[in-house]
């Protein structure tokens, strides 16, 4: 994957596009349109397209395999628990499209009536087939998706997208720019590994002007289901994410627990809050998943009141 180059000037920068380091970046005319150059059409397209969705929300993570794709599809299914709220989840990782089997799908793009999907997996012959193409084709799929699919009256359009900080964030960011975005939720496991990476994301954040929601440290610790007894699977050496949030500034959202019952719901095409309503793991989702609503100013059910960002 072609990444942006160490000394990115960013992608609102008046040099974005410009400058010595972007000649032969994938994302060049993408950020210049930007700065100065002709503004790509699409932009407008898609703010005209995005008009019906209230609230979109980025999921990223900087390394891959902590859990990110698992939150987007639970924070998906957890908002749509209420019939009265209309969800949608984009899956923007083009080359790892693990939502449909995540989600039960086969071919089908609606879980239930108010929760829709769309990803490239939908797209492709057989769940084996490799995606394997270049910046400017993935912008184009991005593109597609976000202007082309008729998204309708959404209240949470919920965009999972690849780990790190390369082709598919710049794109998605400058394609919503005008829509509005309300902000990404950062998604780490306990290990430093885990949170050098994530301190990354939130450099990426702030070039580009995206608001973050917070982080949500996953696979914090196993609650054994038979005396309760906590243990640190992945030890914090430096002491997590609550340190690093504390440092940079950032929200913690909370901590969800690792539970075999997740990796079995998901394999499954199943949603974990069904399948283990009662387990500390569903218990600290559903706690993250109304700050992520407080943010956002929606009510957490149709009978409380809106709260104010």
Not at 203 to 213: D, E, R, S
Not at 219 to 236: A, D, L
Request: net charge negative; hydrophobic share 35%.
């Amino acid at each position: 994957m072609e990444e942006a180059p160490r000394d990115c000037p960013g992608a609102d920068s008046a040099q974005a596009g410009r400058g010595a380091s972007c000649q032969g970046c994938p994302n060049q005319r993408l950020c210049a349109s930007g700065a100065g150059a002709a503004p790509d059409p699409a932009v407008e397209e898609i703010k005209e397209k995005m008009k019906t969705v209230r609230h979109k929300i980025l999921v990223l993570s900087g390394k891959g395999g902590v859990g990110k794709s698992t939150f987007s599809a639970h924070l998906a299914h957890g908002l749509a628990e209420d019939e009265n709220t209309q969800v949608a989840l984009l899956d923007i990782d083009i080359c790892g499209p693990s939502i449909p089997k995540i989600m039960g799908l086969e071919g089908e793009q609606y879980v239930e009536d108010n929760l829709g999907v769309m990803s490239v997996g939908f797209l492709l012959s057989s769940p084996d087939d490799a995606v394997i193409w270049r910046g400017p084709k993935k912008n184009g799929m991005i593109k597609q998706f976000l202007r082309d699919v008729d998204w309708g009256d959404l209240d949470y359009l919920i965009v999972d997208t690849p780990p790190g900080t390369s082709d598919e964030h710049l794109s998605v960011v400058q394609y919503l720019a005008a829509a509005h975005i309300d902000g990404a939720v950062l998604i780490t496991t306990p290990q430093e590994v885990s949170l050098q990476d994530v301190r990354k994301e939130i450099n990426f954040c702030h070039k580009v002007k995206l608001p973050i929601i917070g982080v949500v440290e996953n696979m914090s610790g196993f609650i054994c289901p038979k005396c309760k007894k906590e243990s640190q699977i992945f030890p914090p050496t430096t002491g997590g994410a609550e340190v690093m949030c504390r440092d940079l500034a950032v929200p913690l959202l909370g901590r969800v627990p690792l539970d075999p019952h997740i990796g079995k719901s998901c394999d499954k095409g199943q949603s974990f809050f069904t399948d283990a309503p009662d387990s500390p793991a569903t218990l600290a989702y559903r706690s993250i998943i109304h700050r992520i609503q407080e943010f956002c100013g929606l009510p957490r059910s149709k009978e409380e009141e809106p709260i104010s960002c």
